[in-house]
């Protein structure tokens, strides 16, 4: 039996950088939160937000809001 090819996971690449990013992001909150100001707390939640929302656009192949 012959080893089975490997798939390229990234075949959705805008898709994969968006989550990364959301990740990076996420990971930094979860670090920094107990030092973070009020408006730091308020920025990085609309930006959470923000990220969330293009990963949604994004999977679902639409095109970038103006």
Same mark, same amino acid.
């Given at each position: ?5 490997? !798939?390229? &996971? ?7 950088? !968006? ?12 670090? &920094? ?19 969330a929302?293009? !990963? ?11």
């Amino acid at each position: 039996m012959s080893p089975k090819p490997q !798939v390229e &996971r990234r075949h959705n690449r805008p898709l994969r950088e !968006v989550l990364d990013e959301l990740l990076q992001h996420t990971r930094d909150i979860a670090r &920094r939160a107990k030092e973070m100001t009020p408006q730091e707390l308020e920025y990085s939640q609309q930006r959470l937000e923000w990220l969330a929302d293009e !990963v949604w656009r994004v999977a679902l192949g639409r095109e970038p809001e103006p």
